[in-house]
């Protein structure tokens, strides 16, 4: 069995496949080559946020979180393993989290790792493609000539990162929202100060775009210049409401906040939440020191912008996750057209899974049931309108909502609870 690949979902898949009883050649660029977006080596590196979305029984992330655990998902167990304090969030060491999913992969003695460039696709069926948002030039040309369809791209960014020590906590403070745990640093805003942030981002020097003729945003990633853009108060009911985070100090809530998050388990490192950017550094830099408590802060990680490439899924998909112009060929990961850690990883082990039953020469298995987060991501991918076709989420409008009226947070655990009895009962069955 072969995989391209070893972001989250390739990683995934290998060890989905690996689970299975296959042998697995699983190929990956880096660090031979790198991408515009990473720095290392390493498997699964996560180049966006550290953050691997909201748990809990009502968030949808954190049933699609349950899903995988149930799965023997190798993400998750990555997770568990590099966790940090976040609040509500799944937050993790970026470091030792790609350094365990590396571990694990290299030392699997049915995985072969290959670390070389695929430039066109390799001929062994059934094989999982799961080259990410960066696909390299060559590969894409290939895929593109043989599918006959053009990719479709958006614009994904990073956050700043800044050093721990040179934050100013006489001026922020520690507060999780509507009083969660306290794991989040905050920035208190008046709103002269607001109003002098939001005239810089605006004034900022951008991305500069070169050869590619516009820009487009996934509108769950988007760059704090594009939300400067949109207004003055976007950003007010995004990344820098204040809702729910008053000073523990004064009792008074700011006008607006920026929060940051632990990147690291020391707590060395601190992102700036919602501040994903393509500004210029010299310019990132004055931003940053504009926030109140981040005068003097040291910037350990620049904001970068890339471009993301991914398929227009319900256009070129015929079995769940198959290409339908190339039997045997299944796509994983942000190239599928998902966007987010988790569906990245999610998509991998599904196509892990419809693979292994390929190689078997087994009739396909039948989607995850549609009221499981990952079944209902898997048939938007099918489903969706190709026309204006973006990148998809986990999020609560994927799966059926109870028949009965309950208030949000009991239609969400009802929601959640169905979901991951189903899934678990589909783990079992695999008819």
């Known amino acids: 069995m072969t995989v391209v690949g070893a972001g989250l979902a390739g990683s995934e898949a290998a060890w989905r496949l690996a689970a299975a009883g296959a042998r697995v050649r699983l190929y990956e660029m880096r660090p031979q080559k790198l991408t515009p977006a990473h720095a290392t ?65 290299e030392s699997h ?19 999982v493609l799961a080259t990410g948002p ?20 958006f614009y994904d960014a990073a956050a700043p990162v800044v050093l721990g020590e040179t934050i100013d906590m006489s ?16 920035c208190p805003l008046s709103e002269e100060e ?10 900022a020097r951008r991305h500069t775009p070169h050869d590619w003729e516009k820009l487009e945003f996934f509108e769950g990633c988007m760059p704090i210049e594009e939300l400067a853009r949109r207004g003055y108060q976007t950003p007010l009911y ?19 906040v920026v929060q940051l998050r632990q990147e690291d388990r020391e707590g060395r490192m601190w992102s700036l939440v919602g501040f994903q950017t393509g500004l210029k550094w010299g310019d990132q830099r004055e931003i940053i020191h504009l926030i109140p408590g981040l005068e003097q802060a040291e910037v ?19 079995r769940p996750l198959e290409l339908e112009k190339l039997p045997g060929v299944f796509v994983a990961g942000v190239l599928a057209g998902v966007e987010g850690y988790l569906e990245s990883a999610a998509t991998g082990w599904l196509a892990g899974l419809q693979a292994a039953y390929a190689a078997a020469g087994r009739p396909e298995r039948p989607l995850p049931p549609p009221q499981s987060m990952m079944g209902g991501l898997a048939r938007f991918l099918k489903n969706a309108n190709p026309s ?28 959640f609870r169905d979901g991951l009895a189903a899934f678990e009962k589909w783990l079992q069955n695999p008819s």
């Open 109 to 127: 003695p049915a995985i072969e790792v290959v670390r070389r460039e695929v430039e066109s696709l390799p001929e062994e069926r059934p094989l």
């Open 194 to 203: 607001y109003r002098r942030l939001h005239r810089a981002i605006a004034a």
């Open 41 to 105: 080596g390493e498997f699964a590196e996560l180049v966006c946020s550290n953050s691997l979305g909201a748990y809990g029984e009502t968030s949808a992330k954190g049933l699609l979180q349950a899903e995988l655990r149930a799965g023997g998902s190798l993400i998750m167990e990555a997770a568990e393993a590099a966790r940090l304090p976040a609040g509500g969030a799944l937050a993790v060491d970026r470091r030792i989290f790609s350094s365990y999913v590396t571990g694990r992969l």
């Open 388 to 415: 204006g076709f973006q990148p998809m989420n986990a999020n609560w409008g994927l799966v059926p909502a109870p028949a009965a009226r309950l208030r949000k947070r009991e239609r969400r655990l009802r929601m």
């Open 238 to 256: 995004g990344p820098l409401k204040p809702m729910g985070l008053s000073d523990p100090r004064s009792g008074e809530r700011p006008f607006a």
């Open 300 to 318: 350990v990680r620049y904001g970068v912008m890339h471009r993301n490439t991914y398929l227009n899924a319900p256009r070129v998909l015929g």
């Open 171 to 186: 001026v922020c403070y520690r507060a999780g929202r509507y009083g969660q745990d306290a794991d989040y640093i905050n």
């Open 134 to 153: 960066l696909t390299a030039d060559a590969l894409a040309d290939d895929l593109r000539r043989r599918l006959g369809e053009e990719f479709l791209s």
